[in-house]
């Protein structure tokens, strides 16, 4: 409240403040339950008698709740407290004040009838609105009616009162206007506060006193009430000796008994209990222009305290606005502000010395190892990382830097393989060649050999016969034949009919084979003189035995009963060839014979002529000798087949039918042709089933022209076939093997 509004000091309405509550006050225990909002007595009394009264309890039925069990147990107090003596070593229970109230109004009301006759002068009694809106229906604690009931805290008191200020009015025939209208304010929730009119609204139609006619004295805002100052107070205050009749107690016992208790508390020199502050912040000045019934202040005990509750309503306009509810703050000591800047200075400077021992060393402890740390990880990631791509580098770098030389390695590698492969297999095959030239160079000499022997032992047996048949010439003429036993004239005739020519034997081996044949023949004579004189011995006694037994028939043929002339050695009495399996076809049964005559020949060394019909099949049978030495005698070639060139094709078709294995290379045509096919007459590659050719035609003419590349050949066999055309050249007899 603004000072300049508080009423001078002998205002008749300075006396409303009746303190009686307050003497009569008990600090509440920690076991009762306190209403932190208006319900405690000593703040009904307060509002009931100061008048300045806002809706402080608007939104909260709180404080109209108070407890039953609590209003009983004082209630129950208070019944016993009947004496006045007694009452200030009673506690003041809500309902006991509440009866005091109710006396008062009683009295007030009977002053007022007394008076003016008129309801006017009732304070706190709230007007009924003229349409009689139910205030029955309404929470009491939520308006100014309510809150009037709520602090009687009795339905019997408001059905006494209420009635009675309406069957008053009734009775008295006045209609009370409607001098205010409550405000209501939905804040949503189903909440609704109803804040009552201003004061000055109130003074009107209540005839309440006005602000300027209340005096407060600066006590009650100021310092602290407690029992001492109030003794004091009402010591100093005369007004409290007489009191006013619109003054409510009496003050004397109150005050005698006060002072005697504060003799009492004196003497015992016990603190106050308690202590009541009125804090200037609720005359704040602070309060929003226009705010009505300014602050109001509840009384609340907590822990032997008592505690200011402030409350701000703001106006606007008929309604009003609650903008703060608080408690007050506690006040702090306040201590001397150099002992607290020491204070705060010392606590700066531990805490700095904190700081500059113990934390900053720590941290940095700490901010160094987790550097360190993080530190020898990034040097291990890097150096992991470094090694890493170092590997994928070198190895990126290293595959095609060493491709090319593991590829030329590689070529280099396979070339000097194939190389000493090739080196290999060519000595491996000169090797071969070597061995199979050897083999055959050996199997010919063996050959050779044999068919000379051949030979030898058909001239001896020539010789034998010869001798046999000069023998038996002999026998019958004596004069012609020669005298057995005298080799020296054989061999005297045999040099000279060997020497008869020497002239014509020119050829040296032809001389050795003479020579062989000659020791041979001077061999075979003597053997068949030994024999032959056998057998004339036996001869002779054969005929003598037979002379002396009588004349028999006599065999014709003299000294030849042991030679088959039919049969010649040549011949063998049994065949020992089959038909060659080269050979496809059947040879006849004479061609077979002349097939056995041409071996036989051939192992004997000896040439032979084959003359038979025309059209018999001499050629056929000639075939069949070659392929024979191909296959028993593995003699593959070169064979030589010499024919007028009217038979030329003949012979190459016949080969070709009946001897296919049997490869031919027909020697003829002109001089650029036959210069060609002599490239393929390749000693290297004869001799040999895998030869370029076995068998060579060619004609007599071209045999004579092309002499010199044919005797470049070591021919196995050769074949004349139309042998009379040989007549026209006697250079064919130089040919081995021809004679
Ligand atoms: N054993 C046989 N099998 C099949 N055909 C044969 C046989 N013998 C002969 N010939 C055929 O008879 C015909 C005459 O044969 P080849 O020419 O060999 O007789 P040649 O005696 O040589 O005759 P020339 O005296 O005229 O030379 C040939 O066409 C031949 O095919």
Redesign the pocket.
Known sequence: MDPSRRPPRDSPYANLFDLEPLRKFRIPKPEDEVDYYGSSSQDDSRSTQGGVVANYSNGSKSGMNVSSKKRKRWTEADDAEDDDDDLYNRHVTEEHYRSMLGEHVQKFKSRAKESQGTPTHLMGVPVLKSNGGSYRGRKPGNDHYGRFYDMDTSPNFAADVIPQRRGSCQDCDITPKIAYEPSYLDIGGGVIYKIPPSYDKLVASLNLPSFSDIHVEEFYLKGTLDLRSLAELMASDKRSGVRSRNGMGEPRPQYESLQARVKALSSSNSTPNFSLKVSEAAMDSAIPEGAAGSTARIILSEGGVFQVHYVKVLEKGDTYEIVKRSLPKKLKAKNDPAVIEKAERDKFRKLWINIVRRDIPKYHRIFTTFHRKQSIDAKRFADGCQREVRMKVARSYKIPRTAPIRTRKISRDMLLFWKRYDKQMAEERKKQEKEAQEAFKREQELREAKRQQQSLNFLIKQTELYSHFMQNKTDSNPSEALPIGDENLIDEELPETSTSGPSEVEDHEEAELKEKVLRAAQDAVSKQKQITNAFDTEYMKLRQTSEMEGPSNDISVCGSSNIDLHNPSTMPVTSTVQTPELFK????EY?MKGLQWLVNCYEQGLNGILA?E???????QAMAFLAHLAEEKNIWGPFLVVAPASVLNNWAD?ISRFCPDLKTLPYWGGLQERTILRKKINPKRMYRRDAGFHILITSYQLLISDEKYFRRVKWQYMVLDEAQAIKSSTRFVRFPGLS
């Open positions: 076809g059947t040879l006849k061609q038979d025309m059209g018999l099949g001499k050629t056929i016949e």
